[in-house]
């Protein structure tokens, strides 16, 4: 691969350029480039107007929850057990949004108790936070898919189901799996395979009437899988739990939820590390790792249970003390789904610039950041220029806006860190594409 190296004094004017181009006839940009080795800034266009970050939110979720909880912080989730007064003995799962628990964590968790026993009820503990389970300027028509989950302390599989569908003969139904598998959900397969009479192949839960049926509709002409989000998450949790019990030959007679008493033994204890959910929560954009991350930002309030504003509050709070920032600005979620959440480039640079300067955190922060034509939303982008492998970067998607955040490594070695918040485009992909050639630029800064 043949690199053009920019001189110094040409990449005001490349950028220049690029901001002379016709997606801008009907859209905004603010674009920031600070040379962190060199403490200067680069290149500022627009940096003090707010915008809607989309999922660079996460950048400063993720940024604040290292540094106020700790490199070595864990979620945790516990399983005890009591005697009751009649003699039997109660379960109690005790959650705390763990957005990475699975089935294997599930099943480790129940082997610790002793085979044989009798449960005369199991209760999920859902007390860490209130049961508002989206936050505020969150589409109500982004369920029932994966990226908007019903939160509540206890989340299995992301609190969802994969289903995939594969065809079968001409006209029969589709083949249909689903994970995990629980009564508590039921699919309806009204699909049929390799027909091609046109019409459009469906996967969909009944979400407007809080239904957790699963209907496949359609012609399925080719192996298909989705995710849905399940309505109630904490029972989705418990049925599962229950169902896995008993596969395992202890007897539930009764579930229900309530509160572990404080002298109850502890069976087992499930612990995340907050760098596994910050790498999730960057890497993959997962909504749910960044949401965990935010309300336990908020129990350091010390208040239970947690509540939906008490991350964002604790996250604004950090900011204005450690980096005099503006007043103007608004952070409602730790995702950035809200509607309501707005940012500047110049906010965002200067937590950028904080991380960098904190190598514990900054280590963390850069192996969770997808690297250009690489890894995670950044894979496909950028190959063959001189930004391949040198951005490591968080993208933001919704309507109307494109956002891309992180660090750069420049011609000249020095490490820059770079802010692009495209607005009012409806045009996604062009914005895209104008977007590596901004990351190509600054790669080229000599």
Known sequence: MCVQWLPAQNISSKLDTLLRDKIFEDSDVSLAVYDLDADS???AHCIKKLSRPASVAKVVTAAVALERLGCDYTVQTRLCSKDNLSGGVNLYVQGAIDPLFGVKNLDTMLSSLPAGLIVDTLFADC???????????WSWDDTPWEFQPYISPLMLNGGCVEVTATPSSKGAPPVVECFPQSQFYCVVN????????????????????????????????????????????????????????????????????????????EHHRSCRSIADIVVEALSE????CAEAL???????????????????????????????MPCNYHIADGSGLSMYTYLSADIIIQVLRHVYARKDIYEIFMSGLPQAGISGTMKHRCKGTAAYKNIYAKTGTVKGVCT???????????????????????????????QDKVCEVICNYR
């Open 190 to 265: 009204e699909a049929v395979s390799g027909v091609n009479d046109g019409t459009k192949f469906t996967i969909l839960r009944d979400w407007l009437q809080n239904s957790n049926v699963i209907r496949l509709r359609g012609d399925c002409n080719k192996k298909k899988s989705e995710k849905m989000n399940m309505y109630r998450s904490q029972d989705f949790f418990l049925a599962v739990m229950m169902e896995h019990l008993e596969a395992q030959g202890i007897v539930v007679k009764n579930s229900g939820f309530a509160q572990t008493p404080c002298d109850a033994t």
């Open 41 to 43: 800034m680069l290149y």
């Open 294 to 324: 935010s309300y336990h930002l908020g129990a350091l309030y010390g208040k239970r249970p947690v509540q939906q504003d008490m991350g964002p509050k604790i996250m604004k709070a950090h900011l204005d003390y450690n980096l005099d």
């Open 285 to 288: 954009s997962n909504n749910l």
């Open 127 to 137: 007390s860490f936070m209130d049961s508002i389970y989206w936050g505020p300027g």
């Open 404 to 434: 891309l955040a992180g660090y750069a490594k420049a011609a000249n070695g020095h490490n820059l860190a770079f802010v692009v918040l495209n607005k009012n485009s409806m045009r996604a992909r062009d914005v895209r594409k104008w």
